[in-house]
Nanobody, 119 residues
Framework: VQLQASGGGLVQAGGSLRLSCAASGSLISVNNMAWYRQAPGNHRELVARITSVGVTTYADSVKGRFTISRDNAENTMYLQMSTLEPGDTAVYYC??????????????WGEGTQVTVSS
């Protein structure tokens, strides 16, 4: 099972970006999915999480600016980021709890995608 994140880039403060994360492989189900981020010198932190039925949670720093969503039919998760600030600059990682063929449950990380917000 793999997670592929995409959509990062360079944007000016106040701008928007949309990240995507697609799960692939021998999947039976994808349960909780989440976005994390890590800025240089900082620990990796939770940005937003979404359950399989669409219940969402957000870090206080992104509430009202970021929206997490998912398409269960496509095993894909999104993060719509608006009103971006320089403090949002980080590598963004997707994460998911998956159940693969054979019944194995695992927690999977995708490779990060860089988001850079210029002032």
């Amino acid at each position: 099972v793999q997670l592929q994140a995409s959509g990062g880039g360079l944007v000016q403060a106040g701008g928007s970006l949309r990240l995507s994360c697609a799960a692939s492989g021998s999947l039976i189900s994808v349960n909780n999915m989440a976005w994390y981020r890590q800025a240089p010198g900082n620990h990796r932190e939770l940005v937003a999480r979404i359950t399989s039925v669409g219940v969402t949670t957000y870090a206080d720093s992104v509430k009202g600016r970021f929206t997490i969503s998912r398409d269960n039919a496509e095993n894909t998760m999104y993060l719509q980021m608006s009103t971006l600030e320089p403090g949002d600059t980080a590598v963004y990682y997707c994460n998911a709890d998956v159940r693969s063929s054979g019944g194995t449950r695992s927690n999977v990380w995708g490779e990060g995608t860089q988001v850079t917000v210029s002032s």
